[in-house]
Every structure is written in structure tokens, then in C-alpha cells.
Antibody, heavy 121, light 107 residues
Framework: QVQLQQSGPGLVKPSQTLSLTCVISGDSVSSNSAAWNWIRQSPSRGLEWLGRTLYRSKWYNDYAVSVRRRITINPDTSKNLFSLQLNSVTPEDTAVYYC???????????WGQGTLVTVSS | DIQMTQSPSSVSASVGDRVTITCRASQGISRWLAWYQQKPGKAPKLLIYGASSLQSGVPSRFSGSGSGTDFTLTISSLQPEDFATYYCQQANSFPRTFGQGTKVEIK
């Protein structure tokens, strides 16, 4: 059974960096069939896919255009986790952030528990 | 980006009712469509993928159909635990995009 456990601060100041981690159990961040995603949800933007990291003989990343200049998703094979960094945050980045596994490219079948991140001074 | 539009935005129904939710993609996505159920304070839960494949462990009263641009999620006999918000999501191209949600409420 795959489980994803998120951690990270719930409050970030404007212009600073939002950092979250997602620890994977029951699968590997280096899986050749899965991709590891970050998705956020807010009342104004709904569910919004932010990006993913995946390993297919080498590491790849895909990012949403809306956050491409500010986002980094990194795998950590030693700890079997992946992380999200979102730079220069504004109040519009306030949302519940989820990590999720994308199995074979057609579905988000496992999700983390969600982390409410509020951007406020 | 592919826009996903769900209708209705909300539906009031009674236990035992048949409920149908539709999702329209702004361009053809073949059968690259998934459906999720979300309850308050919880992460979305996968119900259907590939437009009509039932995720393991999901009750058979849930079914999906469609291809191209028009898709349907049907709950054949609504149960108390089915009152939730439902989302469609396209997996045809990046960025992955979701519908705005359909809230199924108690009548």
C-alpha cells in the first residue's frame, strides 16, 4: 500500500520560499512507472497541478507555466521523498498543497494528506 | 491549456437516487479522463480512470463513460457516504487540468 506523508510549515511570509516535503512509503521515488506531483487547491483557483518529477533512466521535471519561474521539485533517493520549493510567494499562493502519485501517466491514485499553507506577514 | 467544464455545479439528491455528472473538455482528450471524490478536509480520492475503468476498491455503483470531449460520471443508487464534491481531470496533455467540481448535496 502506497502512502504519502507531507510535512512543512503552514505559514510563510510574502516574498519568502514555500518548502514542503512528501515522504513515500510502499513505492520508490525512482520508480520507472510513476511520477511524483504537487497539486494545490484554493477557492479561487480550484485544483491546480503545479508540477512533477519522474525517473526514466534519468530525472525529468515538468512544471505548470503559471509557476515555472518560481518552482522547483526535487527527488531525494536517499530518503525516498520529493520536495516542493516555491519562491517569492504572495497571498495568492495561499492554498492546500497536496503531493500525489501519477501512475502510468493517467491518474493520481495516491495523495498526501494535504498541507494548508497561508502566505501572510 | 485544456479547459474542463463540469455540470451541474451542484445537485440535490436523495439516498437511492441516480445521479449523473457531466464533464466537457475544450478539446478532444480521447479517453484520458479521471474522476475523483472529495470530502471536506480530505484529499481527493480516485474513482474512475481511462474514462470508464473503476479504481480498485471503489463500489460498482460508480461508473464512467464517454470519449473525445464529453464524459459522464454516474452514481446508480446514491448512498449516504456519497455526499461529496466530484471532480474530473484530463490526463491527455500538460498541464493536467481539473473541472471546477460538482457538489452532491442531500435533498
Amino acid at each position: 500500500q502506497v502512502q504519502l506523508q507531507q510535512s512543512g510549515p503552514g505559514l510563510v511570509k510574502p516574498s519568502q520560499t514555500l518548502s514542503l516535503t512528501c515522504v513515500i512509503s510502499g513505492d520508490s521515488v525512482s520508480s520507472n512507472s510513476a511520477a511524483w506531483n504537487w497539486i494545490r487547491q484554493s477557492p479561487s483557483r480550484g485544483l491546480e497541478w503545479l508540477g512533477r518529477t519522474l525517473y526514466r533512466s534519468k530525472w525529468y521535471n515538468d512544471y505548470a507555466v503559471s509557476v515555472r519561474r518560481r518552482i522547483t521539485i526535487n527527488p531525494d533517493t536517499s530518503k525516498n521523498l520529493f520536495s516542493l520549493q516555491l519562491n517569492s510567494v504572495t497571498p495568492e499562493d495561499t492554498a492546500v498543497y497536496y503531493c500525489a502519485r501519477d501512475d502510468y501517466g493517467d491518474k493520481f491514485d495516491y495523495w498526501g494528506q494535504g498541507t494548508l499553507v497561508t502566505v501572510s506577514s | 491549456d485544456i479547459q474542463m467544464t463540469q455540470s451541474p455545479s451542484s445537485v440535490s439528491a436523495s439516498v437511492g437516487d441516480r445521479v449523473t455528472i457531466t464533464c466537457r473538455a475544450s478539446q478532444g482528450i480521447s479517453r484520458w479522463l479521471a474522476w475523483y471524490q472529495q470530502k471536506p478536509g480530505k484529499a481527493p480520492k480516485l474513482l474512475i480512470y481511462g474514462a470508464s475503468s473503476l479504481q480498485s476498491g471503489v463500489p460498482s455503483r460508480f461508473s464512467g463513460s464517454g470519449s473525445g470531449t464529453d464524459f459522464t460520471l454516474t452514481i446508480s443508487s446514491l448512498q449516504p457516504e456519497d455526499f461529496a464534491t466530484y471532480y474530473c481531470q484530463q490526463a491527455n496533455s500538460f498541464p493536467r487540468t481539473f473541472g471546477q467540481g460538482t457538489k452532491v448535496e442531500i435533498k
